[in-house]
């Protein structure tokens, strides 16, 4: 799981993960068992726990980032075994080593420590967030259990709202909008994000590539319930929309008349010139 706090990031990324008996089956010199604290077990006591067919599988598979998680594989893989805190909490660890990208250089940078100094150097040299290009780029393992966020680039324009984006606050968890519209980045970017990428999909699918105006049209319906250019989205911000189309496979032919390309697949090509065409533009 992720400890999330504030920070120039919006969200300092701690993983924890639970690996089942790192240490064996056995602990204090083999005096008890890891994973009930029977004492003195003999091996065919643990042997009842399916200690080697655990052992034998990669690492990956035997750790959890989710207590829970740790919980059902013991139940599962480890004949209703129960979580054991004298014992298993040792098995708990805190991954620094994470992977990400530095967004005002590009550096790749290998570790949190890392991560930490590299832009403290930055904001020495007087950078703010609002030089901000792109995304952190985790990696996917990583990626996958990042809650309660925003992109690095909407920090400024967050931070100049009436009611700023706060990891630790729990009115700005990602929810669905209800049906008076919601305009916060902090509670409907992620909403807004998968609806309009089924969006994209859905028209790709049926041989058209959805313009600039199209996805931002269909946006402000998603927040609004209806499209009046009045009301403005995170798809009128020409970073996120940017950003949005990198994510769903669109790349940008003619940003006069925000015509779009899908990437995704051999007919992008036809597809293009069918929305060329379709917009009195062919």
């Not at 792109?134 to 990696?139: I, L, R």
Request: charged residues 20%; negative net charge; proline residues 5%.
């Amino acid at each position: 799981m992720f400890l999330v706090f504030g920070t120039s990031d919006q969200a300092l990324l701690l993983l924890r993960s639970n690996r089942c008996t790192p240490h064996g089956p056995t602990q204090n010199g083999g005096a008890s068992c890891a994973f009930c604290g029977h004492q003195q077990p003999d091996s065919q006591h643990l042997e009842s726990h399916n200690y080697m067919f655990c052992a034998e599988q990669p690492a990956q598979e035997r750790t959890f980032y989710r207590k829970d998680h740790l919980s059902q594989h013991l139940r599962l893989a480890h004949n209703e075994c129960k979580f054991h805190a004298p014992t298993m909490e040792s098995w708990i660890s805190f991954d620094h080593e994470i992977q990400s990208r530095c967004g005002f250089c590009d550096a790749r940078l290998m570790s949190w420590t890392e991560r930490v100094e590299h832009l403290a150097a930055h904001f020495k040299q007087a950078k703010t967030m609002d030089d901000w290009v792109g995304e952190h780029e985790f990696e996917p393992y990583v990626e996958q259990f990042v809650q309660n966020s925003i992109p690095p680039w909407l920090i400024v324009m967050e931070k100049n709202t009436l009611d700023p984006f706060s990891a630790s606050n729990a009115s700005h968890v990602t929810q669905a909008p209800n049906q008076s519209g919601l305009t916060s980045t902090t509670i409907c970017i992620q909403y807004l994000e998968e609806k309009l990428g089924s969006f994209v999909k859905t028209q790709v699918s049926q041989g058209h590539v959805p313009t600039d105006k199209e996805i931002q049209s269909h946006a402000r319906v998603l927040v609004y319930e209806y499209d009046d250019p009045w009301n403005q989205t995170e798809a009128d911000l020409p970073r996120w929309l940017d950003q949005f189309k990198k994510k769903v496979g669109l790349i940008t032919v003619s940003a006069t008349h925000g015509l779009n390309a899908y990437i995704g697949d051999d007919g992008r090509l036809e597809r293009y010139k069918s929305s060329r065409i379709s917009d009195g533009l062919g």
